[in-house]
């Protein structure tokens, strides 16, 4: 069995848009995805390591531990061998308390990007290549308190996709814009409703499969 690491914030732990409340593993896009991957014949587990509020390199100044490299190359040797991560990060980045443009924000995916590749992952164990995956553009944020939290966020955000594809080739990663297939939810603007972790999970379940097929083919 491949295990696959999906590495990313509330966009991929699947809070229901407007509310607290989470969609379940087989709604969940890693959840889609790992099932359409099986439906394909690949044997794989799509493990979760997903939290709200997650930024690529900076604290959250109201809670604790929402920095992506906070023990990162701990959780790459806790869960190793990796046939594949899966990094959907940087919605966050561009809450009302950063001052982060989209140039920031791919700043810090690399600072992820570099971790991730420096885990103390036990001797022949592959170092395991990386999906980046953009996420969807801010959109209009509604509601409290994500209007707050995302004041200004649309137009700082607005090249963000750009800024991570530049990173994703300069570091030899795989590259899916999920803007291309997904939009935000209208209820809040950041997050995604279920029919959309739908989409996502099985256009990334095609992407992964050919990463997968292809790395076997070089094996």
Not at 25 to 32: I, K, L, M, N, S
Not at 52 to 59: K, L, S, V
Not at 187 to 196: M, V
Request: glycine share 8%.
């Amino acid at each position: 069995m491949l295990q696959i690491l999906v590495y990313g914030d509330s966009l991929s732990w699947g809070i229901i848009p407007n509310t607290r409340r989470r969609l379940t593993f087989t709604e969940r896009w890693p959840g889609v995805m790992e099932r359409a991957l099986g439906d394909a014949g690949h044997h794989v587990r799509v493990i979760e390591d997903c939290l709200n509020g997650r930024r690529t390199a900076w604290d959250d100044p109201f809670k604790p531990g929402r920095n992506a490299l906070d023990g990162l190359e701990q959780r790459m040797e806790i869960n190793s061998p990796l046939a594949l991560v899966i990094l959907m990060l940087g919605a966050n980045d561009f809450q009302s308390v950063h001052q982060n443009n989209a140039w920031h924000s791919g700043q810090g995916l690399a600072a992820v990007i570099r971790a991730m590749r420096r885990a103390p992952i036990e001797p022949g164990m592959p170092v395991p290549p990386i999906l980046v995956v953009a996420p969807p553009q801010i959109t209009t944020p509604v509601g409290k308190p994500i209007w707050e939290k995302f004041d200004g966020a649309p137009a700082q955000s607005e090249a963000a996709a750009e800024a991570y594809a530049a990173i994703a080739a300069e570091m030899e990663c795989q590259f899916f814009d999920a803007g291309r297939v997904v939009s935000t939810s209208p209820h809040d603007g950041i997050h995604l409703d279920a029919d959309q972790h739908e989409k996502l999970g099985r256009a990334l379940s095609a992407v992964v499969s050919n990463v997968l097929s292809g790395a076997r083919a070089t094996a």
